[in-house]
């Protein structure tokens, strides 16, 4: 399933403002929006190093 990367942010975004604003245990699930987001960032980002769409820069090491 392929997703778009706003909606990864949003999830971040929703996350961060659980976290921020809101004071009681509302703040546990803004942690796991924060997490789901960048889950899903690293996995696209992943996928996308795999299907040759993410150039990876590799150093010259002499």
Request: aromatic share 6%.
């Amino acid at each position: 399933m392929k997703r778009d990367i706003s909606f990864d942010i949003l999830v971040l975004m929703l996350g961060i403002l659980l976290v921020v604003v809101i004071q009681n245990s509302t703040r546990f699930l803004g942690a796991g929006f924060i997490s789901l987001g960048i889950t899903y960032l690293l996995i696209d980002r992943i996928t996308g190093i795999k299907e040759g769409k993410v150039k990876i820069k590799k150093r010259n090491n002499k």
